[in-house]
């Protein structure tokens, strides 16, 4: 099989290009396109030989595009315009600029990609980008498959739902009279369907109504999290962690300030839970929504530094929580959780703040490689 050139926009840190790897199709990334300085030194880090391009895509022409020619487009536009807690302006965001441009301009290419995959957040579904998008591909004669899936539905014990599309051009006509798959036939189902929560992309995660246990946590809450954890098809937590004499804990316990001001909204897991919440650009600074943290010492039963907390002194109450050992997942952790292979790695001078950053803003590895196999198949 000839070598498919692909052409990565919004790149960040190479997510796409390492499903890319991962699905084992053979491709060459003729280019790959983001602005954002940090994320290109990253990706340039992992991927020196791919020609990156630093430059915003509505900056690129028709001409430009046709030059290089290539057999498959892969992208995660900016997500901002269509999450629940950004303002939803959806195609009146700047933001979405670019995309609009690249629609604009794909019917006229000289060659159409014979392949397109996009990544976006749970909400982009209902947009008139969306719309946009979809409308665009059906004229230029794609056949088109949408799905909502969380990494859990790959074994991974970490949610982040999120929305995808696959479009293949049918340009030769099909004389076997070979249906499209029905959606049904989809390798990966979409997971869940509940509206989105307050969080970003939290959905498996939301809070339900009901009474608080302990914890701030419903027994809803704490039902759905106990269904997680027995659910054998997903992987444990500590199959993604580092050896711990590797990870310097000082460096990712929670410190005292943050236990006491927001115990209350951790999202508490232990190496052989099978479950986390998604990893977002916060996480690290922010506590709520942003990620789960990792309870060291398991000795300590989580009901018995719970029950009762807010009746302790500060004192008392930071004697109890300091008993769970309570820390972040490393950046290499969360890559792990991420589907990043072992040979990914950062420039070492990366503040941790902003590998978390980065990460927040890419997408699951193995989730987007099962679906470039799909769409090439
Ligand atoms: C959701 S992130 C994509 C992350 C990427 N898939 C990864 O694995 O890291 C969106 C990326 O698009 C870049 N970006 C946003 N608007 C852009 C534009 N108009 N031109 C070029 N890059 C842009 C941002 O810098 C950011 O890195
Ligand atoms: C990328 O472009 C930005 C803005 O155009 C510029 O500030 C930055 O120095 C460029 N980075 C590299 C590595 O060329
Ligand atoms: C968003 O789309 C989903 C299906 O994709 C639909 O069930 C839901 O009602 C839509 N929500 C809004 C607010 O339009
Ligand atoms: C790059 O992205 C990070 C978040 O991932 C953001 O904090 C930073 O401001 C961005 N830098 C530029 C130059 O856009």
Same mark, same amino acid.
């Given at each position: 099989?000839e070598?498919?050139?692909?052409?990565?926009l919004?790149?960040?840190?190479?997510?796409?290009?390492?499903?890319?790897?991962?699905?084992?199709?053979?491709?060459?990334?003729?280019?790959?396109i983001?602005?954002?300085?940090?994320?290109?030194?990253?990706?340039?880090?992992?991927f020196?030989?791919?020609?990156?391009? %630093?430059?915003?895509?509505e900056?690129? *022409?028709?001409n430009d595009?046709?030059k290089?020619?290539?057999?498959?487009?892969?992208?995660s536009?900016?997500?901002?315009?269509?999450?629940?807690?950004?303002?939803?302006?959806d195609?009146a965001?700047?933001?979405?600029?670019?995309?609009?441009h690249?629609?604009?301009?794909?019917?006229?290419?000289?060659?159409?990609?014979?392949?397109?995959?996009?990544?976006?957040?749970?909400?982009? &579904?209902?947009?008139?980008?969306? +719309?946009?998008?979809?409308?665009?591909?059906m004229e230029?004669?794609?056949? $088109?498959?949408?799905?909502?899936?969380?990494?859990?539905?790959?074994?991974?014990?970490?949610s982040?739902?999120?929305?995808?599309l696959?479009?293949?051009?049918? *340009?030769?006509?099909?004389?076997?009279?070979?249906?499209?798959?029905?959606?049904?036939?989809?390798?990966?189902?979409?997971?869940?369907?509940?509206?989105?929560?307050?969080? *970003?992309?939290?959905?498996? +995660?939301e809070?339900?109504?009901? +009474?608080?246990?302990?914890?701030?946590?419903?027994?809803?809450?704490?039902?759905?999290? $106990?269904n997680? %954890? %027995?659910?054998?098809?997903?992987?444990?937590?500590?199959?993604f962690?580092?050896?711990?004499?590797?990870v310097?804990?000082e460096?990712?316990?929670?410190p005292?300030?943050t236990?006491?001001?927001?115990?209350?909204?951790?999202?508490?897991v232990?190496?052989?839970?099978?479950?986390?919440?998604?990893?977002?650009?916060?996480y690290?600074?922010?506590?709520?929504?942003?990620?789960?943290v990792?309870?060291?010492?398991? +000795?300590?039963?989580?009901? @018995?530094?719970?029950?009762?907390?807010?009746?302790?002194?500060? &004192?008392?109450?930071?004697?109890?929580?300091?008993?769970?050992?309570?820390?972040?997942? *490393?950046?290499?952790?969360?890559?792990?959780?991420?589907?990043?292979?072992k040979?990914?790695?950062f420039?070492?001078? $990366?503040?941790?703040?902003?590998?978390?950053?980065?990460?927040?803003?890419?997408?699951?590895?193995v989730?987007?490689?099962?679906? $470039?196999?799909?769409?090439? @198949?």
């Amino acid at each position: 099989m000839e070598s498919l050139r692909v052409l990565e926009l919004y790149s960040g840190i190479g997510g796409m290009h390492y499903a890319l790897k991962e699905s084992g199709v053979p491709v060459q990334v003729v280019a790959a396109i983001d602005i954002n300085t940090t994320a290109n030194e990253i990706y340039k880090h992992n991927f020196p030989d791919t020609p990156l391009w %630093n430059k915003t895509i509505e900056g690129i *022409t028709l001409n430009d595009f046709n030059k290089l020619s290539f057999d498959m487009i892969l992208m995660s536009p900016p997500c901002q315009p269509f999450t629940r807690i950004g303002l939803q302006r959806d195609i009146a965001d700047p933001r979405t600029k670019s995309l609009l441009h690249i629609l604009d301009l794909l019917p006229r290419l000289s060659r159409l990609p014979r392949f397109i995959l996009l990544e976006n957040v749970k909400g982009f &579904e209902n947009s008139s980008a969306r +719309e946009h998008l979809v409308k665009t591909l059906m004229e230029c004669g794609y056949t $088109i498959q949408e799905f909502m899936v969380s990494p859990t539905s790959v074994g991974i014990p970490n949610s982040r739902l999120r929305y995808y599309l696959i479009a293949k051009i049918s *340009t030769e006509k099909i004389s076997d009279a070979s249906p499209h798959p029905a959606e049904s036939d989809s390798l990966v189902e979409p997971s869940v369907s509940s509206p989105l929560g307050p969080g *970003t992309c939290l959905p498996e +995660e939301e809070k339900h109504g009901g +009474e608080a246990l302990y914890k701030l946590e419903t027994a809803k809450d704490a039902q759905r999290k $106990i269904n997680q %954890n %027995n659910d054998l098809s997903v992987k444990q937590i500590q199959d993604f962690m580092e050896p711990q004499m590797e990870v310097n804990m000082e460096h990712y316990l929670l410190p005292p300030k943050t236990l006491l001001r927001y115990a209350m909204l951790l999202d508490i897991v232990r190496p052989t839970c099978r479950r986390s919440v998604c990893f977002t650009k916060g996480y690290g600074r922010y506590v709520e929504g942003t990620g789960s943290v990792l309870q060291c010492c398991m +000795e300590t039963e989580m009901e @018995s530094v719970f029950r009762g907390l807010d009746q302790c002194s500060e &004192e008392e109450k930071l004697q109890r929580l300091l008993k769970l050992k309570l820390r972040y997942f *490393t950046p290499r952790e969360v890559a792990n959780l991420m589907g990043f292979p072992k040979s990914f790695s950062f420039p070492e001078h $990366i503040p941790t703040k902003h590998q978390y950053k980065v990460l927040g803003n890419s997408l699951n590895v193995v989730v987007v490689a099962k679906l $470039i196999q799909q769409l090439v @198949s």
